[in-house]
């Protein structure tokens, strides 16, 4: 697209012309090198209140190719602005015509075919609402995306030579949002109708961007045969003569040097989904040369966001040759490609009709290693998938609170990591294509040294596997699993070693949700069976667990929603025999923090907030804030219009605990908006967001969330359960309890009141478990006593 309206323009210069009539905006985004974009265009606005569309337009291209999702959006609502002021004119006419005035005469000339000063005055608009519809669609906002690339059609020009160009560009990213959002059928009669453009003289220039974008929609539904059909019977991937000329001159007039520097940026997606088609017809011969050629492109290794997908279909290549070490080299390479980009929330494949899932590479490779028996290898990689998956779902969120001492430092460190990654990715790269370790942006090593819990968020980190063996007590053994629809691996760390088994996948998310249904009727025995199921599936099989005492659970996929401890085989209940705690991953164990020594009062409780809908009061949860507050010295409750997120940012970082006793939202399209409900003031909206909780500091010994489904998150890939526990570990907390459905009312009231008697022993997972079956005594269905997961420290 970034050439769209330029090349055009370009082709009816003189091939003599030189780099110095062309701004350099303009050359360096044609060349690609959109870091160098924006630092430009950033420099020439820094004191403008009103820039030129000439400015932003370059500029917006420039951060959508970066990633740079909190400045994209301003930037178009900037463009927005000067379209509504009328100011739509590119000006870049009248600096060619002070650079060359016949240079600028010959371009207007040539309005015949390109429209001249008119086309670059009637392409902002469309162009900007092209931007949009592209960067939605990377988000995965596809109803946005679709509305987007609307208003584009209709702020096509009438002009003839306009007109069917940007019906092109609209129809191709209208059927990719249509086709991704699940619309298939909508998506087709979009194709049809970009099938039907007549790309006859003087359009021929039409054909490659007209086919490319067919092929994008029958890619995004998934129908590679006939997205293949199209390279056998259109051979799309060629340009023709008026377009290659146009190429060439636009190569020379944009100082690139050569033809191939400036096509290969618009053919490798082209050439990419010709490979990936012929792979996924099966033609394996042709697919695995034309692979190869990419990824000998230089173009090919700077574009890590299709370069990781090459990398991946190549191993999937090697490994249907049975060509293991190939395979498994291929997909840690991709894994490097993957691992280099912070702020890649989705992948630019997105935008080319195919869903690159980076999750699907390091599922393959955990495979792969496990089946080759190197499982300490295989470990690794799965804590970096979870890693990645939560790195990708914070891409956007800049706003982190810092615990260091030095915090104004560490957020200085966290925006030039920012800027240096984005600058290390727009240079050229080695000729593996993955740049080392040791070539990692300095400010990225540093914030890593300085903030480890903060670069864990924005980098891919994973603790080595001895440092983690060594965080794990004599009497516990860590039980990490990874689960994906077609398997499940379970890993078993101790002291001793580690040791790993595949365990059964078919059918385990129908007997998660099964039991988590019965478990949740608090009547009758239909739970007993399905947990006496899954018990022999998930933890019979675990080697080196019965002489454990703990366990300490990282659960994955459907497994978070498990009530670990209502398994159960003939000797009894998983509570029975183990104590429990939980953690999202098994690095988190270096973030823990240790429980800190007096200076602080007890417990801060807050309880049945006014919501504003009788419905919503829960009478025993104020009882049990009350309560509560009596069994721990200096401790205060707030109840009603009290138990606002205003008095918790005001009193919160001065209590040991804190204790909510309210409701929970859980919100699974967009995790980071799970929220916990308190009371509305006029400083506050009432909701304690998963993202709020990234930008504070409580540094609590326990958060206890006694709400419903407070420990329910997103599944997603990865590190799935991105929710409130996550969320209050990274704001500090040492521990977190909180409950895996709707709980009984009264009963959490009785079982809470207990724990917090237990906790005088000073471990917080006994003081768990002491309560749980107390609890049980009186109440013994499940459903009142195994909703409850200790994520965190056990002390």
Same mark, same amino acid.
């Given at each position: 697209?970034?050439?769209?309206?330029?090349?055009?323009?370009?082709?009816?210069?003189?091939?003599?012309?030189?780099?110095?009539?062309?701004?350099?905006?303009?050359?360096?985004?044609?060349?690609?090198?959109?870091?160098?974009?924006?630092k430009l265009v950033e420099k020439e606005i820094a004191s403008d209140p009103k820039p030129k569309s000439a400015q932003l337009l370059p500029l917006c291209l420039a951060y959508g190719k970066l990633k740079r999702y909190n400045k994209i959006?301003?930037?178009?609502?900037?463009?927005?602005?000067?379209?509504?002021?009328?100011?739509?004119?590119?000006?870049?006419?009248?600096?060619?015509?002070?650079?060359?005035?016949?240079?600028?005469?010959?371009?207007?000339?040539?309005?015949?075919?390109?429209?001249?000063?008119?086309?670059?005055?009637?392409?902002?608009?469309?162009?900007?609402?092209?931007?949009?519809?592209?960067?939605?669609?990377?988000?995965?906002?596809?109803?946005?995306?679709?509305?987007?690339?609307?208003?584009?059609?209709?702020?096509?020009?009438?002009?003839?030579?306009?007109?069917?160009?940007?019906?092109?560009?609209?129809?191709?990213?209208?059927?990719?949002?249509?086709?991704?959002?699940?619309?298939?059928?909508?998506?087709?009669?979009?194709?049809?109708?970009?099938?039907?453009?007549?790309?006859?003289?003087?359009?021929?220039?039409?054909?490659?961007?007209?086919?490319?974008?067919?092929?994008?929609?029958?890619?995004?539904?998934?129908?590679?045969?006939?997205?293949?059909?199209?390279?056998?019977?259109?051979?799309?991937?060629?340009?023709?003569?008026?377009?290659?000329?146009?190429?060439?001159?636009?190569?020379?007039?944009?100082?690139?040097?050569?033809?191939?520097?400036?096509?290969?940026?618009?053919?490798?997606?082209?050439?990419?989904?010709?490979?990936?088609?012929?792979?996924?017809?099966?033609?394996?011969?042709?697919?695995?040369?034309?692979?190869?050629?990419?990824?000998?492109?230089?173009?090919?290794?700077?574009?890590?966001?299709?370069?990781?997908?090459?990398?991946?279909?190549?191993?999937?290549?090697?490994?249907?040759?049975?060509?293991?070490?190939?395979?498994?080299?291929?997909?840690?390479?991709?894994?490097?490609?993957?691992?280099?980009?912070?702020?890649?929330?989705?992948?630019?494949?997105?935008?080319?009709?195919?869903?690159?899932?980076?999750?699907?590479?390091?599922?393959?490779?955990?495979?792969?290693?496990?089946?080759?028996?190197?499982?300490a290898d295989a470990f690794d990689y799965v804590e970096r998938s979870k890693a990645r998956a939560l790195v990708d779902l914070l891409a956007a969120k800049k706003d982190f609170a810092v615990a260091a001492p030095n915090a104004e430092e560490?957020?200085?460190?966290?925006?030039?990591?920012?800027?240096?990654?984005?600058?290390?990715?727009?240079?050229?790269?080695?000729?593996?294509?993955?740049?080392?370790?040791?070539?990692?942006?300095?400010?990225?090593?540093?914030?890593?040294?300085?903030?480890?819990?903060?670069?864990?968020?924005?980098?891919?980190?994973?603790?080595?596997?001895?440092?983690?063996?060594?965080?794990?007590?004599?009497?516990?053994a860590l039980v990490e699993y990874y689960y994906d629809e077609q398997a499940l691996y379970a890993f078993v760390l101790a002291r001793e070693g580690l040791q790993a088994v595949k365990l059964d996948a078919q059918g385990l998310a129908g007997?998660?949700?099964?039991?988590?249904?019965?478990?949740?009727?608090?009547?009758?025995?239909?739970?007993?069976?399905?947990?006496?199921?899954?018990?022999?599936?998930?933890?019979?099989?675990?080697?080196?667990?019965?002489?454990?005492?703990?366990?300490?659970?990282?659960?994955?996929?459907?497994?978070?929603?498990?009530?670990?401890?209502?398994?159960?085989?003939?000797?009894?209940?998983?509570?029975?025999?183990?104590?429990?705690?939980?953690?999202?991953?098994?690095?988190?164990?270096?973030?823990?923090?240790?429980?800190?020594?007096?200076?602080?009062?007890?417990?801060? &409780? @807050? +309880?049945?907030?006014?919501? =504003? /809908?009788?419905?919503?009061? %829960?009478?025993?949860?104020?009882?049990? !804030?009350? $309560?509560?507050?009596?069994?721990?010295?200096?401790?205060?409750?707030?109840?009603?219009?009290?138990?606002?997120?205003?008095?918790?940012?005001?009193?919160?970082?001065?209590?040991?605990?804190?204790?909510?006793?309210?409701?929970?939202?859980?919100?699974?399209?967009?995790?980071?908006?799970?929220?916990?409900?308190?009371?509305?003031?006029?400083?506050?909206?009432?909701?304690?967001?998963?993202?709020?909780?990234?930008?504070?500091?409580?540094?609590?010994?326990?958060?206890?969330?006694?709400?419903?489904?407070? &420990? @329910? +998150?997103?599944?997603?890939? =990865? /590190?799935?359960?991105?929710? %409130?526990?996550?969320?209050?570990?990274? !704001?500090? $907390?040492?521990?977190?309890?909180?409950?895996?459905?709707?709980?009984?009312?009264?009963?959490?009231?009785?079982?809470?009141?207990?724990?917090?008697?237990?906790?005088?022993?000073?471990?917080?997972?006994?003081?768990?478990?002491?309560?749980?079956?107390?609890?049980?005594?009186?109440?013994?269905?499940?459903?009142?006593?195994?909703?409850?997961?200790?994520?965190?420290?056990?002390?």
């Amino acid at each position: 697209m970034r050439k769209l309206a330029l090349a055009a323009l370009l082709a009816v210069l003189p091939a003599t012309a030189t780099a110095q009539i062309m701004p350099d905006r303009i050359r360096l985004m044609l060349s690609g090198r959109y870091a160098e974009v924006e630092k430009l265009v950033e420099k020439e606005i820094a004191s403008d209140p009103k820039p030129k569309s000439a400015q932003l337009l370059p500029l917006c291209l420039a951060y959508g190719k970066l990633k740079r999702y909190n400045k994209i959006f301003p930037c178009l609502d900037r463009l927005d602005d000067n379209i509504r002021a009328g100011d739509t004119a590119m000006n870049d006419l009248e600096e060619m015509h002070r650079n060359s005035p016949l240079l600028a005469g010959l371009a207007r000339l040539g309005s015949a075919f390109v429209g001249g000063e008119e086309m670059l005055k009637s392409t902002v608009v469309p162009f900007a609402r092209l931007i949009r519809a592209e960067t939605y669609t990377e988000l995965r906002e596809y109803d946005k995306a679709i509305a987007a690339a609307q208003e584009a059609f209709k702020a096509i020009p009438s002009r003839w030579n306009e007109e069917r160009m940007f019906r092109v560009y609209a129809l191709a990213a209208l059927g990719v949002a249509q086709a991704l959002s699940g619309r298939g059928a909508e998506a087709e009669k979009t194709s049809a109708a970009l099938e039907a453009i007549g790309t006859e003289y003087p359009h021929g220039g039409l054909k490659q961007p007209k086919w490319l974008g067919v092929v994008r929609i029958h890619a995004a539904l998934g129908n590679f045969k006939k997205a293949h059909q199209v390279f056998v019977d259109e051979d799309p991937d060629s340009h023709g003569f008026f377009m290659s000329f146009a190429y060439a001159v636009g190569g020379a007039v944009a100082g690139l040097g050569t033809d191939e520097s400036f096509t290969a940026w618009t053919d490798l997606p082209l050439l990419f989904l010709k490979h990936k088609t012929e792979l996924e017809v099966g033609k394996l011969k042709e697919a695995k040369e034309g692979f190869d050629r990419l990824l000998a492109k230089r173009e090919a290794r700077e574009n890590g966001e299709i370069y990781w997908v090459l990398l991946y279909d190549r191993g999937r290549i090697a490994a249907r040759e049975a060509d293991w070490a190939k395979a498994i080299e291929l997909w840690q390479r991709a894994i490097e490609v993957i691992e280099e980009q912070r702020s890649t929330i989705n992948t630019e494949a997105s935008k080319i009709g195919f869903v690159g899932d980076k999750q699907d590479v390091y599922r393959t490779l955990v495979a792969a290693l496990f089946a080759q028996g190197r499982h300490a290898d295989a470990f690794d990689y799965v804590e970096r998938s979870k890693a990645r998956a939560l790195v990708d779902l914070l891409a956007a969120k800049k706003d982190f609170a810092v615990a260091a001492p030095n915090a104004e430092e560490v957020r200085k460190l966290l925006a030039s990591a920012e800027q240096q990654e984005v600058e290390a990715r727009a240079q050229v790269a080695d000729a593996s294509g993955v740049r080392s370790s040791e070539a990692k942006p300095a400010a990225v090593r540093t914030l890593q040294e300085q903030a480890p819990d903060l670069a864990s968020l924005v980098s891919v980190t994973s603790a080595p596997l001895a440092e983690i063996q060594g965080r794990i007590p004599e009497d516990e053994a860590l039980v990490e699993y990874y689960y994906d629809e077609q398997a499940l691996y379970a890993f078993v760390l101790a002291r001793e070693g580690l040791q790993a088994v595949k365990l059964d996948a078919q059918g385990l998310a129908g007997d998660v949700r099964a039991l988590r249904k019965a478990v949740e009727l608090p009547v009758g025995a239909e739970h007993e069976a399905l947990a006496r199921k899954l018990h022999a599936r998930l933890v019979q099989p675990l080697p080196g667990i019965e002489a454990k005492k703990k366990l300490l659970i990282v659960a994955h996929g459907v497994l978070h929603y498990l009530p670990f401890a209502a398994l159960r085989d003939d000797a009894g209940y998983l509570l029975d025999r183990y104590s429990l705690r939980f953690l999202p991953s098994a690095s988190v164990l270096r973030f823990l923090r240790p429980p800190q020594e007096g200076g602080r009062a007890g417990i801060l &409780a @807050l +309880g049945n907030p006014d919501l =504003g /809908d009788p419905k919503m009061d %829960l009478r025993f949860a104020q009882d049990e !804030a009350l $309560a509560i507050v009596q069994k721990v010295p200096q401790s205060r409750a707030l109840v009603r219009k009290e138990a606002s997120e205003s008095a918790l940012r005001q009193f919160g970082a001065g209590f040991s605990y804190l204790h909510f006793a309210t409701h929970g939202e859980f919100n699974a399209e967009a995790p980071l908006q799970s929220a916990l409900l308190l009371a509305k003031d006029e400083r506050s909206d009432g909701l304690l967001t998963v993202s709020k909780l990234y930008s504070m500091r409580f540094n609590a010994d326990l958060v206890t969330l006694s709400a419903c489904e407070t &420990a @329910l +998150g997103r599944i997603a890939s =990865g /590190d799935d359960v991105v929710g %409130l526990t996550r969320g209050f570990l990274y !704001a500090g $907390a040492s521990t977190v309890v909180a409950s895996l459905w709707k709980v009984d009312d009264q009963g959490t009231a009785a079982l809470m009141t207990r724990f917090y008697e237990e906790l005088r022993s000073g471990d917080k997972r006994e003081a768990l478990r002491a309560a749980q079956l107390a609890t049980r005594e009186k109440f013994p269905h499940p459903f009142f006593w195994a909703a409850f997961q200790l994520t965190g420290a056990a002390r």
